[in-house]
């Protein structure tokens, strides 16, 4: 197959949703049409269980799991899907961000009970910034839930996107007959099996016909054709260029669970969603189709076995072909690396392959060359842009609990930030070395690694920073900024770019400082060029 018709064929994508809408069934689901899965049960959970959050047994497991769930890949129709994990715990919602980065579109799924949650609205709110295109999925429509003309306009509102119905159900909850399918003009009707995989649709060109009574019963019909007609009348059309942009997200309505509506959504998303996108790096602007090989870390997962200290680092192909066994050009290092072994991903194993395309991940073993954002070429200077930190919810000092072991503290410290497990600030003051984190759960994982791969101890004190902001001075040489530094010298740190923050320990002193020096910019977020 010519390399152009490869990256075509390419559909790279995440599935984001708040924990428990089905994201996990969904996949699932999507993996049994792909044949790559022969049964429900396979998939496992990558979720946190409640509780868990000092049972370190259960953070292994999930760590186990995240490595095996986090491409999941298959063929279907001759396309070759690669879905991206992303964590729907929201102390992992900074891996999930990064994943972003490396997906062409995603698919977001919302319970139709629940409608909107917090999750949601977090991670749509980046897609929405970067102009991903999305497809919304509304789930568990076997059970009573929020009528679809609210939550589609729930939809609009909270998550600010513009929607289209692509299909829309007939009842809901015990009442629930089946959908429409306004994209191919057809009828599905629901019977509750999950164990069917193909279903059988009835193509309806005209709603009036009587056929459709026939079908689901006089009331449901009717019901039916006055809320097709104003979803005609409410909602734009489809507009593959819209939806392309980001401007535009079909909606398509059924029950994960019940592998139902899940058939519709997969041949839309062959259809219409993207193949690999180029991407803008520092230098220019990288399309898919260039000869020559690049791509980016994404992702770095330490190793589970504990006689093997590397870990892997998860690479999305941006353009060009990755080849086993050629060198490449780590960007940031300046310097030449092989790979013997790339790691590609199916539905449920990993395979060394010789030869991958713009849209596919690769997982290469890493002692510790990689951190997130890293860059690798066939010779060019190319940095990649999109991998920015946010500022952490949690901020501790860490201690060394074992002054013979300072050293493994410190490698370890350093890998694990370098995978992106939390962030270092160092005091500007003192010296003294701040862990930010998005969760709480975090600083147990990072003990735990610390003593079980580093063989270091280390101990927490609080600290009160209610943010991090990156600081931005118009002028270096303004009185103003001098004065900013020697004010605030207590609470200023660097970042692992040596980038200089500001940690506020409260929004009124973030407010004071910022009226206080109006030409220094606070940003939350460590990439603001
Ligand atoms: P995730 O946290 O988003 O990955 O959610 P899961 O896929 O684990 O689903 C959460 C719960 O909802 C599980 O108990 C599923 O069995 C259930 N569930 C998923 N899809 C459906 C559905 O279509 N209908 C019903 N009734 N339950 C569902």
């Not at 399309?287 to 892997?312: C, Q, T, W, Y």
Request: hydrophobic fraction near 35%; charged fraction near 30%.
């Amino acid at each position: 197959m010519s390399f152009i018709k490869e990256i075509n064929r390419r559909r790279t994508f995440g599935i984001i949703s708040h924990p428990d809408a089905g994201k996990t069934t969904l996949t699932e689901k999507l993996l049994l049409f792909g044949g790559a899965i022969q049964e429900a049960g396979a998939v496992k959970s990558n979720k946190i269980k409640k509780g868990a959050t000092s049972d370190f047994m259960e953070i292994e497991r999930q760590r186990g799991i995240s490595v095996a769930t986090s491409v999941l890949a298959f063929e279907y129709n001759d396309v070759k899907i690669n879905i991206l994990d992303t964590p729907g715990h929201k102390d992992f919602a900074e891996d999930t961000f990064r994943t972003l980065t490396a997906v062409d579109s995603v698919i977001v799924v919302i319970d139709v009970a629940k409608g909107v949650e917090e999750q949601t609205e977090k991670l749509v709110e980046v897609c929405r910034m970067r102009n991903i295109p999305m497809i919304v999925f509304i789930n568990k429509m076997d059970r009573e839930g929020k009528d679809a003309f609210d939550l589609l306009d729930e939809i609009e509102q909270k998550l600010g996107l513009h929607v289209v119905p692509l299909s829309f159900p007939i009842g809901m909850g015990y009442d629930f007959k089946g959908i429409y399918n306004l994209w191919e003009g057809n009828i599905n009707l629901f019977s509750g099996d999950s164990r069917k995989n193909i279903e059988e649709t009835i193509e309806i060109s005209d709603l009036q016909s009587p056929e459709l009574n026939k079908l689901v019963g006089d009331k449901a019909a009717n019901t039916l054709r006055e809320e097709i007609e104003l979803v005609e009348g409410i909602y734009p059309k489809f507009n593959k260029e819209e939806y392309l942009n980001g401007q535009l997200q079909p909606v398509f309505f059924g029950s994960a669970l019940n592998n139902f509506g899940v058939r519709e959504l997969l041949d839309c998303f062959v259809e219409i969603a993207p193949r690999p996108r180029p991407k803008q790096s520092e230098e220019r602007l990288v399309k898919p189709e260039e000869e020559k090989f690049s791509g980016f870390v994404f992702k770095i997962h330490a190793n589970m076995d504990p006689n093997h200290r590397d870990r892997l680092a998860f690479i999305k192909i941006v353009s060009g072909k990755f080849k086993r066994n050629t060198p490449y050009l780590h960007v940031r290092h300046g310097k030449n690396l092989k790979f013997s072994s790339p790691n590609a991903f199916f539905a449920e194993k990993k395979e060394i392959v010789d030869v991958s395309y713009p849209g596919d991940i690769v997982g290469l073993h890493d002692t510790g060359n990689f951190k997130i954002g890293d860059t690798l070429t066939e010779g060019e200077v190319i940095n990649y842009k999109g991998v920015p930190s946010f500022s952490p919810e949690h901020f501790r000092y860490i201690n060394n609990a074992d002054p013979l072991k300072s050293k493994q503290l410190y490698k370890g410290i350093d890998q694990l930030m370098d995978e992106g497990v939390a962030q270092l600030f160092t005091l500007e003051l003192n010296g003294r070395k701040v862990i930010g984190t998005v969760g709480a759960l975090q600083y147990e994982v990072i003990q735990y690694r610390l003593e079980h791969e580093y063989g270091a101890k280390c101990t927490y004190e609080n600290l009160n920073v209610h943010k991090a902001c990156w600081v931005e001075a118009k002028d270096p040489k303004s009185e103003e900024y001098k004065e900013f530094l020697r004010v605030k010298q207590r609470f200023l740190a660097k970042d692992k770019q040596n980038q200089l923050v500001f940690l506020a320990d409260s929004p009124f002193s973030l407010q004071m400082t910022q009226q206080k020096y109006p030409n220094i910019k606070f940003h939350f977020t460590s990439e603001f060029n």
